[in-house]
């Protein structure tokens, strides 16, 4: 059964600073991996998608990694700004039709 | 445009009663999704359509039917709703669901039980 891991659940950082996030997952047997950002009382807005076969993915000051081989992908996001704060969720796409998700890391850019 | 939609946002009711979220997406896509997302914030499948088609029921209590008219369209239904259903749920779809397309999300529909 696929278990995602998410680390650390909070992270607080000063504007300005780069920073990462980090995600690990049980079964390396993944279609794909997803990296979201769910605002308070939001939805989740989709920010990369990588597929098995890609390292990275990169948006904006955003760039997602993904090492299949040992389980980890991490979301790096330059530059950090206020309006990035949020929960920033990793999803593994890792059987047919579903994403195993993980817990989330809270985000919060203190200006 | 909205994407993927949920209506309605907020429903309130009491234990015992039968309610009906339902979730429409205008991305033409193939395959719609069911996540329950607890007061812990962890998010779960729940169920998922292709095509029209049933193609995972994650242990979900027999409460719950989803029903998806057409392809762009999957309602979620609840019978005798219990205090542990209150949750988010969230609506999503996504082009190829075989493979791990991306996945797109609604807004989510806040269901409290009383």
């Known amino acids: 059964k696929q278990e995602v891991t998410q680390i650390p659940a909070a992270l607080s950082v000063p504007e300005g600073e780069n920073l990462v996030l980090n995600c690990s997952f049980t079964?390396?047997?993944?279609?794909?991996l997803q990296w979201f950002r769910q605002d308070p009382g939001k939805g989740l807005t989709s920010l990369l998608l990588?597929?098995?076969?890609?390292r990275e993915q990169t948006s904006g000051r955003l760039n997602a990694s993904l090492d299949k081989s040992s389980g980890r992908s991490t979301l790096y996001i330059a530059a950090s700004q206020p309006g990035d704060s949020a929960t920033y969720l990793c999803a593994v796409g890792a059987g047919s039709y579903q994403l195993t998700f993980g817990k989330g890391t809270k985000l919060s850019v203190i200006p | 445009d909205t994407a993927v939609s949920q209506t309605p946002k907020y429903l309130v009711t009491q234990m015992g009663n039968d309610k009906s979220i339902k979730c429409e997406q205008n991305?033409?896509?193939?395959?719609m999704y069911w996540y329950k997302q607890d007061s812990k914030k962890f998010l779960k499948i729940m169920f998922s359509?292709?095509?029209?088609?049933?193609?995972i029921n994650e242990t979900v209590p027999n409460r719950f039917s989803p029903k998806s008219p057409d392809k762009a369209h999957l309602n979620l239904h609840i019978n005798s709703l219990e205090l542990g259903d209150s949750a988010v749920y969230f609506c999503?779809?996504?082009?190829?669901?075989?493979?791990?397309?991306?996945?797109?999300f609604g807004p989510g529909t806040r269901l409290t039980v009383l």
């Open positions: 359509y292709n095509n029209k088609e049933l193609i």
């Open positions: 990588i597929q098995s076969s890609q």
């Open positions: 079964d390396s047997a993944i279609y794909n």
């Open positions: 999503a779809s996504s082009q190829e669901g075989g493979y791990g397309a991306a996945q797109y």
């Open positions: 991305l033409g896509h193939d395959t």
